[in-house]
């Protein structure tokens, strides 16, 4: 029989202090907390891997927070813990294990630990090159610590890294942004990550940016127009550079996009392991608890099942197509006709004619067709100008 692929996430949510913009579940912790957490984490791989028997685990994330904080003998232990516990890709197969990262927690001797361990892709979070710009957003980090991040990652070893940026800062220019774009561009990594500050509600840069000016000592976000502007930026330059981007916000060197994350836009399976994480399997979702106490007392509990699960849900026909389609047309190949077929035994047309007639009509979709793994395919992508307005082509897709 036939093993389906399996993507695992793993939550690591300590970091050095929160920034300012961020709304992820992190928060610094103490020594002890960490030591707890890692062994509450390993509980619950061993519980849960029965219901994986018939998984085979491609990708691996060890996301956060800053997993980069955990000593490398963890991670190790983390990883030495899913191997005995899932079957993984033969190695030939390269099975991807990203960790994230944060410059100046890079460590020498605990990135030899990371490569003992089997993961081969570093996401360092840089954000910019500007210290200014750093300092505002609440990084611990300054551009030349970065650099020597980077730097010490090359030398372990490590030849698939990804860098995070961030435009639309408080005070960026398009020049600035720039700077930033070819400082990072210029080290030649494997991937790079552009996003758009988004203003989150519980966040200090919502206590500062969230009315109609900024708070006072702040300096202004860019407009709308100078935000299109960067955004015109990162893909013209980003282009000429040599990433291409096969995700509205992601651009790789060919053969280096995160297939973890491509898993999640094309609806793989997978499996959360830690505080807050979700886990998709057969068309059923849930989440873990985001309370700490509650999470490490799960690991006490039989079949760590209570009370670390919450928000079970059931996928209906309609929320699952809806995720096929606002999902699968983030990647710029867009979804394949085929596999929407085969998933719903209704053809696109059939469910969404309305919406796709529209969208065409106004430029923002469109359909071809080209050979893959030796077939000829149909797919449905947004157009260059459709993903400029994804989040409203997107919203189309919804019942």
């Known amino acids: 029989m036939k093993q389906a692929p399996l993507g695992i996430y793993l939550h690591i949510p300590f970091c050095v202090r929160k920034c300012l913009y961020c709304d992820f579940l ?18 619950e791989i061993r519980a849960q891997a029965p219901l994986y028997s018939d998984y085979v685990v491609k990708t691996v994330f060890f996301g956060g927070g800053t997993p980069s904080l955990l ?31 944060n410059p100046g927690t890079l460590m020498a001797d605990n990135l030899e630990w990371y490569r003992r361990a089997g993961i081969n892709r570093l996401s ?16 611990i980090h300054t551009w030349g610590e970065f650099l020597n991040s980077f730097k010490l990652a090359r030398e372990a070893g490590f030849s698939n890294i ?27 990594p494997e991937h790079i990550s552009a996003y758009s500050l988004i203003i989150e509600e519980g966040t200090p840069f919502y206590t500062f940016y969230g009315g109609e000016k900024p708070a006072a000592g702040h300096p202004p976000l860019p407009d709308e127009e100078t935000d299109r502007l960067m955004y015109s930026q990162t893909k013209a330059y980003l282009a000429e550079a040599g990433y291409g981007r096969y995700e509205i916000s992601n651009y790789a060197r060919p ?40 999470y490490l007392s799960g690991s006490a509990a039989e079949g760590f099942a209570t009370p670390v699960k919450q928000a079970v849900q059931t996928l209906s026909a309609e929320e699952q197509m809806e995720e096929f389609m606002f999902l699968g047309l983030r990647i710029t190949e867009g979804i394949s006709l085929r596999r929407f077929r085969e998933a719903f035994g209704r053809t696109v047309e059939e469910v969404y004619a309305g919406p796709v007639e529209k969208l065409t009509h106004e430029g923002l979709l469109e359909r071809y067709s080209q050979e893959k793994n030796g077939v000829h395919e149909e797919f449905l992508k947004l157009t260059d100008y459709g993903i400029d307005v994804s989040n409203y082509a997107l919203s189309e897709f919804l019942f």
């Open 26 to 43: 992190s928060a610094p912790a103490d020594e002890q907390t960490k030591t707890e957490y890692v062994e509450a984490l390993l509980a």
């Open 71 to 101: 000593p490398g003998k963890e991670l190790f232990r983390i990883m030495e813990c899913l191997r005995q516990n899932f079957s993984f890709a033969p190695e030939e197969e390269a099975p991807e294990i990203t960790m994230e990262a």
């Open 124 to 139: 360092i979070g840089l954000q910019s090159a500007n210290d200014r710009e750093l300092k505002a957003l609440g990084r």
């Open 162 to 188: 990804n860098v995070d940026l961030m435009s639309a800062l408080p005070g960026q220019t398009p020049q600035a942004w720039m700077d930033t774009l070819k400082k990072t561009a210029a080290l030649e």
């Open 255 to 294: 053969g280096f996009s995160c297939r973890h994350n491509l898993s999640y836009w094309k609806r793989t399976d997978y499996a959360g392991f830690g505080l807050g994480a979700a886990s998709l399997r057969q068309n059923v979702r849930w989440n873990n608890t985001s309370d700490m106490k509650e």
